[in-house]
């Protein structure tokens, strides 16, 4: 399940005209079709806020009893740059998500929230991340590996692969609220990257990557990624690295896909929601970043206009463990214990 700002503002954002947004979850096998994303097992959830402490004077403050000496509420000549937008403070909930294993392996999930305002207010451009930082009792090396690699992709800066960059996108809300005015702004553009806790384990950290980027259109932009590290020593894992033999687990992956696909056509009373020709474009799967393994098996991950068109959101196929005999045996689930 998503949680606070993320979730709300998902739905903000539906509700001003992503007229696409479709869910559809075949539980343990299969696909799950998603239009807004994956959703989260039950975790430990973050506080709300506390209540000012008894005994602390006045719940509504003049400006001049509560204005810190360095004045948080400044005027327009202190804050305005010049690219006529100002950045807000960074906001971050007060008690991070955190899920524990019982061997200890604990990963926390850091959220923060940025608007970027025009001079009159206007919020122009809102960022969002959910980032994991993992902890790994007695292999500290192999946590801060994996945490060092989930920071050196940092959302929407000028080498991450999940969206435009932030500066580049307040230049165009910038543009694009000049051109519309305060009256006719639709609402603020979106920049929202959440990771979510895939497997968990001995052998493996995994994590999903969902990634949405909206700026003013009829519906957002997403990517989803997967990435798989190595609990023993924080490497990331390849499609090479889990599989016994990379070309027959490639057919496999292959010949399940097409009959998922098939599956779904067969159930359509409208037709064929794939492109045509979309079979072949099945058989450069799964690519790398695109799978990852969950607690229910090898998930595939296929992107919207991949195979069919924005009404058919994004794709999350899965092979059971039971059926992914294509895996080392470190990696499948009965082999765990090994």
């Known amino acids: 399940m998503r949680n ?5 503002t998902a739905l903000m954002v539906c509700a001003l005209g992503m007229t696409a947004c479709t869910d559809g979850k075949k539980d343990g096998e299969g696909v799950r079709q998603e239009g807004s994303g994956q959703e989260l097992p039950e975790t430990v959830r973050a506080e709300e806020p506390q209540e000012a402490e008894d005994g602390q004077e006045g719940t509504a403050q003049t400006q001049e009893e509560t204005a810190p000496e360095t004045d948080s509420v400044q005027t327009q000549e202190e804050t305005a740059p010049e690219t ?11 008690e991070a998500e955190v899920i524990r294993t019982d061997s200890g392996l604990e990963v926390r999930f850091d959220e923060a929230e940025q608007n970027y305002e025009a001079e009159d207010g206007t ?7 959910r980032f ?4 790994i009792p007695g292999r500290e090396q192999a946590a801060e590996a994996i945490n060092r690699y989930v920071r050196s992709g940092q959302a929407f800066q000028s080498e991450s692969p999940t969206g435009p960059p932030v500066e580049e996108t307040l230049s165009w809300a910038e543009e694009d609220y000049k051109t519309r005015g305060k009256g006719m702004w639709p609402a603020a553009y979106l920049l929202y990257e959440m990771y979510w806790p895939g497997r968990l384990d001995e052998n493996v950290v995994s994590f999903g990557l969902e990634s949405y980027s909206y700026m003013g259109g009829a519906h957002p932009n997403m990517v989803v990624h997967g990435f798989v590290f190595d609990t023993q020593t924080g490497e990331k894992l390849s499609f ?3 599989v016994e033999d990379v070309d027959a687990a490639s057919e496999t992956v292959v010949r399940f896909l097409l009959e998922e696909t098939a599956k779904l056509d067969e159930s359509m009373e409208t037709g064929s929601i794939f492109f045509d020709g979309y079979e072949e474009t099945l058989q450069s799967y799964p690519k790398e970043d695109k799978w990852y393994l969950g607690e229910d098996g090898f998930h595939i991950f296929i992107d919207t206009y991949e195979i069919a068109p924005y ?8 092979i059971p463990y039971g059926e992914a005999d294509f895996l080392r045996i470190k990696f499948k689930k009965e082999g765990m214990d090994d």
């Not at 006529?84 to 007060?94: C, G, H, K, Y």
């Not at 919020?123 to 991340?129: I, M």
């Not at 009404?311 to 899965?318: R, S, Y």
């Open 4 to 8: 606070g700002i993320f979730y709300l």
């Open 84 to 94: 006529d937008s100002v950045q807000t403070q960074e906001e971050t909930v007060p």
């Open 123 to 129: 919020v122009l451009l809102t960022v969002q991340t």
């Open 132 to 135: 994991p930082v993992v902890t």
């Open 240 to 242: 090479a690295d889990v």
């Open 311 to 318: 009404v058919a959101g994004n794709f999350d196929f899965v």
